[in-house]
C-alpha cells in the first residue's frame, strides 16, 4: 500500500476532472450493478506510464465530441478491495495497471492494458480513446 500523502495528487488529477474515485468493494460493485449507458474506467497507478500517458491521455481524450457517460477510477496499491472487484469486470483481462476499460450497459467493450500504454504518448492514448467513443459512445 502506497501512502495518501504520496498518492493524493495522482488521485486529484482524474477526481478534479470529473472521476468518481471508488474506494470499497460496495462501491464499486453499485456502480457495476447500476451500469446503463458508457462508463469509462481507469485503474489509475503510480507508475511513470501512469503519469506520463495514461492520466493525460485519458483527460485529453474527454475534450472531444463525444464522451462517455460516466467516469470511474480505482486506486492499484491503494484502494486493494476496490480495484480487485473493478478487476472481475474486466475479465478475462489479467491485472494490469494502469488501465482504461470502456463499458457499454455494463458490457466490456475496449480494454487498454498497461502493455497499451507504455511506450505511448498521452496524445496517442487520447486519439486512440477518442475513436473508441465514436464507436461505442
Known amino acids: 500500500m502506497y501512502p495518501a500523502e504520496l498518492t493524493a495528487p495522482m488521485s486529484r488529477e482524474l477526481?478534479?476532472?470529473g472521476f468518481e474515485e471508488l474506494k470499497t468493494s460496495a462501491e464499486t460493485e453499485n456502480v457495476f450493478s447500476n451500469s446503463a449507458g458508457t462508463m469509462l474506467?481507469?485503474?489509475?497507478?503510480?507508475?511513470?506510464?501512469?503519469a506520463g500517458s495514461a492520466r493525460p491521455g485519458v483527460l485529453s481524450?474527454?475534450?472531444g465530441d463525444k464522451r462517455p457517460d460516466k467516469l470511474f477510477t480505482v486506486f492499484a496499491g491503494v484502494d486493494?478491495?476496490?480495484?480487485?472487484?473493478?478487476?472481475?469486470?474486466?475479465?478475462?483481462y489479467p491485472p494490469s495497471s494502469p488501465a482504461?476499460?470502456?463499458?457499454?450497459?455494463?458490457?466490456l467493450v475496449h480494454m487498454i492494458e498497461r502493455h497499451h500504454i507504455e511506450g505511448r504518448t498521452a496524445e496517442i492514448i487520447s486519439t486512440h480513446l477518442k475513436q473508441v467513443y465514436n464507436e461505442f459512445c
Open 80 to 92: 486493494k478491495e476496490a480495484t480487485a472487484t473493478a478487476r472481475e469486470h474486466l475479465l478475462p
Open 15 to 17: 477526481t478534479s476532472n
Open 61 to 63: 481524450s474527454l475534450q
Open 100 to 107: 482504461i476499460a470502456l463499458f457499454k450497459d455494463g458490457k
Open 41 to 50: 474506467l481507469m485503474v489509475n497507478s503510480v507508475c511513470g506510464c501512469a
